[in-house]
């Protein structure tokens, strides 16, 4: 915890809790309180300053509904892990010597910032039972886990990600077709590495999921972007691609970008291409827990009569990214080749973390996590439409708000997306351009807001500033 310096001048009739404003907000953007760093409570403050506690509540409230302040439930006010390099070393201000102190660390993209995309609601993990099976399972880790483990998972794991799937998502499988990853987007390198030759062709949704394509690119494999529309991907525009295309990937629960899910009929005419093509699907099922309209839709895997679906799945959503477990589920034809591929890459996952999951989802603590979320996340969702339609409405459309953690919105003809993420982002705004989600020329221009990493009041703060943003011309 840190003693501030902060002068105070009351004779200079300026009001103490603007002097308290100004004076927080310098030392932040002159690097001296670091992204991330605890600041004294208003108690301690408003004691080190001989001043009530209003004039420093009005201020601390002022840069909380700014975003340089971030408040953790139970632990305390700390400056926001988001504030953009830009923001950060005020210009017009003298910069006080930071006398110790390292420069401030640079920041990922964007941090926890509002509108971050593929952010779950970290705040609301719930971390005591998981730490409890973490300590547990570190504890007494027989000397068998501690040796190289199996390549394709913990076999615990295998077996409740097989249940959940088959009871939740209607995946058809058993728990030896289960290939526990780090992560989908390993998943996708591992699809490539046993699926794609150099120079043989992979169709994606355009727009589609970058990630997918820097993954499934990286063994020289040419991808063919092939137009979505409100049906999901057009299975015609993939015919007319002929006899050469390898494999397609999707995300038909909850298309990424633009958030629609493929319809009964896309799904048997995908199924039916793929099987007269000898071609694969990788269905990638990233946020399918997630629907707000109606019941989730099974996955396009459990419709699939020949084996022809790779289905990919993560627990980045519904636990935390950083935990970096994902799976496949893989057809008994294709089993060997991606366990040998699995091998070649990095042998296995972390066991201790895959114990703990395991244990996580047999205790039922994981279907209580998502049951809570859906209500949460329905929350922050509606306070993002009602937001956007509040302080935004003149400015762009909504595309879709139906599933997931995050709503893609359009922008008025003419303006630019990434210019605008790019001046979002010196108020502290962090969203992603839709047009950097297209590989071919013709490109819509919007934006993409997730909601799922900020409560209703921090987001309803953020359009406000949109709002504001979008209606003064750069
Ligand atoms: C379409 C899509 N697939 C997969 C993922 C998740 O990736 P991972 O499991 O590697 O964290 C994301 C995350 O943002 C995503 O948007």
Redesign the pocket.
């Known amino acids: 915890m840190t003693t501030l310096h902060l002068p105070l001048d009351r004779s200079s009739g300026v009001a103490i809790h603007r002097q308290i404003y100004d004076g927080l907000r310098r030392a932040i953007l002159d690097g001296v309180l670091r992204p991330g760093q605890r600041i004294p409570s208003t108690r301690t403050l408003a004691a080190e300053l001989a001043v009530s506690r209003l004039p420093v509540l009005t201020a601390y409230e002022q840069l909380l509904h700014e975003c340089y302040l971030e408040g953790r439930a139970g632990s305390g006010t700390f400056v926001s892990a988001a504030l953009p390099d830009d923001l950060l070393q005020s210009k017009t201000t003298a910069r006080p010597e930071r006398i110790g102190h390292p420069p401030p660390p640079v920041l990922d993209e964007g941090g926890l910032g509002p509108f971050r995309?593929?952010l779950p609601a970290l705040d609301q993990f719930p971390h005591a039972a998981w730490s409890r099976l973490v300590a547990r399972h570190a504890q007494a880790l027989p000397l068998a886990q501690m040796a190289y483990g199996d390549p394709a998972g913990v076999a615990a794991l295998r077996m409740a990600i097989a249940e959940h799937l088959r009871a939740a998502r209607g995946v058809r499988c058993e728990a030896e077709q289960v290939l526990i990853v780090?992560?989908?987007?390993?998943?996708l390198r591992l699809a490539a590495a046993v699926l794609l030759a150099h120079g043989d062709r992979v169709a994606m949704e355009e727009p589609g999921?970058p990630?997918?394509r820097d993954a499934l690119g990286t063994g020289g494999a040419e991808i063919l972007p092939v137009p979505v529309d409100e049906e999901g991907i057009d299975v015609a525009a993939l015919q007319r691609h002929g006899e050469q295309v390898r494999a397609v990937y999707v995300?038909p629960s909850h298309q990424?970008p633009l958030g629609m899910s493929m319809t009964a009929a896309r799904r048997l005419a995908l199924l039916d291409w793929a099987f007269r093509h000898d071609a694969w699907v990788l269905e990638?099922d990233?946020?399918s827990e997630y629907r707000y309209v109606s019941r989730p839709l099974g996955a396009l895997q459990g419709m699939d009569a020949h084996e022809r679906v790779v289905y990919?799945g993560?627990?980045?959503?519904v636990m935390f990214?950083a935990l970096?477990i994902?799976y496949l589920v893989v057809p008994p034809a294709l089993w060997q080749r991606f366990v040998e591929a699995r091998l070649a890459l990095d042998l296995f996952s972390p066991t201790l973390y895959q114990l703990a999951l395991a244990e996580f989802l047999r205790e039922g603590h994981f279907a209580r996590h998502l049951r809570r979320m859906r209500g949460v996340y329905l929350k922050r969702r509606d306070a993002l439409l009602a937001g956007l339609e509040r302080h935004c409405g003149d400015t762009l459309t909504v595309h879709n708000a139906d599933a997931g953690l995050h709503v893609a919105v359009l922008l008025a003809a003419g303006i630019d997306d990434i210019a605008t993420v790019q001046r979002m982002r010196t108020i502290g705004l962090v969203a992603t351009a839709l047009s950097t989600c297209y590989a071919g020329d013709d490109r819509r221009s919007g934006l993409l807001l997730g909601f799922g990493g900020s409560d209703e009041t921090r987001l309803l703060a953020a359009t406000k500033r949109l709002g504001e943003m979008l209606r003064n011309p750069a």
């Not at 780090?182 to 998943?187: D, F, H, I, L, V």
């Not at 993560?314 to 959503?317: E, R």
């Open positions: 995309m593929s780090s992560g989908s987007q390993a998943a999921y990630g997918a995300t990424y990638d990233y946020d990919i993560t627990f980045s959503k990214p970096r994902g």
